[in-house]
């Protein structure tokens, strides 16, 4: 006969952490199921709402009371004045006699340099900034050397000519291929560059340019035309520029180290490397 359990005894139910397992899993399901909705946008209908929103906002404002759409004007916003340089009638007529100037000149420099421009050595560029004349060094000096020969005296002389009835600044630049020279003369091509360009710099004043217009200036191989690395481009960096600078447009900056004819020429150095000085000659 089996015992009967009395009736105050608890029951102890051991499987009970089912419930609470069941309840979480539930509720992780609609978790993950309100999420996945969430994450879900119909294109269609985002597509449909987002053109009558743009519509409405374009077409006017929606009312508050009767929820229609009330058809208003959006005025545009006021375009910004255009503002046009005023020149001065007196000043416009200055500046249209200084482009005559230069654009005379300029003629004149092609007229007087006319062989040397034929064959390349020599070109002549003109611009509000004023006139620039590219001489290849082969037509002024030796290899190596800073003495103007005869043939380049005379041709810059024609130059002086044109330029001393001016009171336009010149400077006259100097440049080098890459190739070290190390002399006793010219320890580099920074003191090379410069002396070059301090010859023609004298030979102008000699022909007559006054020499508070002059500024002399050594580049060494710090400013090329082209590339270094073959023959053709070397020597198409050797040359001495001439800058003949106008007021029409923006003065052109004046680079530390340059310094005016019958001063010692300071050659104008890179960062870290010191300024050496050369006498005129």
């Known amino acids: 006969m089996s015992r009967r359990r009395p009736p105050d005894e608890d029951y102890e139910n051991h499987e009970r952490w089912l419930v609470s397992y069941a309840d979480f899993i539930t509720l992780l399901f609609a978790f993950f199921v309100v999420m996945y909705s969430l994450s879900s946008v119909n294109e269609g209908k985002y597509r ?3 053109d009558s929103l743009v519509s409405a906002f374009r077409s006017g404002a929606i009312s508050p009371a009767g929820g229609r759409i009330i058809a208003a ?5 006021p375009s910004p004045p255009v503002v046009r340089p005023v020149r001065e009638p007196a ?9 005559k100037r230069i654009n005379s000149m300029a003629d004149e420099i092609r007229r007087v340099l006319q062989p040397l421009t034929a064959g390349g050595q020599v070109s002549v560029a003109e611009g509000v900034h004023g006139i620039t004349v590219e001489i290849n060094a082969s037509v002024l000096f030796a290899p190596g050397d800073a003495t103007l020969g005869a043939p380049a005296v005379a041709v810059l002389q024609a130059v002086a000519q044109v330029l001393a009835g001016a009171d336009f600044p010149i400077t006259v630049q100097g440049h080098t291929d890459s190739v070290p020279i190390g002399t006793g003369r010219f320890p580099s091509n920074w003191e090379l560059s410069s002396v070059r360009a301090s010859s023609v710099v004298r030979l102008f004043i000699d022909a007559g340019v006054r020499g508070d217009r002059l500024t002399a200036a050594g580049y060494a191989d710090q400013r090329p035309l082209t590339d270094n690395t073959n023959e053709e481009g070397r020597a198409r960096n050797r040359r001495v520029t001439i800058l003949i600078e106008s007021m029409l447009g923006d003065p052109v900056p ?11 020429i300071r050659s104008i150095m890179p960062e870290g490397v010191g300024p050496s000085e050369v006498q005129v000659p």
Do not use: K, N
Not at 254 to 264: N, V, Y
């Open 48 to 50: 449909v709402l987002s």
């Open 73 to 77: 004007s959006i005025p545009a916003a």
């Open 91 to 99: 000043a416009e007529a200055r500046r249209e006699a200084e482009m």
């Open 254 to 264: 004046r680079s530390p180290g340059r310094i005016r004819a019958g001063d010692p």
